[in-house]
Nanobody
């Protein structure tokens, strides 16, 4: 199974930018579809962006479309989440997750990285 470690979180003012990284190790990274989730205090964890292994097709939650961009570098075993025009409501713990191609549920999770957006 793949192991995931996130980095890049922090405190930023509204309107600012952050780039999260998720480094994978273990099994073949390039055979996994990847996603970024977030969980704010008192709320359920939600999928905000995802990217497929084969075609690089992406998915975005409506709340982040046009502001967040997911990308991956299979050579570096890393997936990124570029976050622009951040809003206070983006404040959450962000998790990287992976699932094998053909598997519906995400199977591996990182430890999470805190993103705090001040107004």
């Amino acid at each position: 199974q793949v192991q995931l470690v996130e980095s890049g979180g922090g405190l930023v003012q509204a309107g600012g930018s952050l780039r999260l990284s998720c480094a994978a190790s273990g099994r073949t990274f390039s055979s996994y579809n990847m996603g970024w989730f977030r969980q704010a205090p008192g709320k359920e964890r939600e999928l905000v962006a995802a990217i497929t292994w084969s075609t690089g097709s992406t998915y975005y939650a409506d709340s982040v479309k046009g502001r967040l961009t997911i990308s991956r570098d299979n050579a570096k075993n890393t997936v990124y989440l570029q976050m622009n025009s951040l809003k206070p409501e983006d404040t959450a713990v962000y998790y990287c997750a992976a699932r094998r191609v053909g598997v519906k549920m995400y199977e591996a999770w990182g430890q999470g990285t805190q993103v705090t957006v001040s107004s």
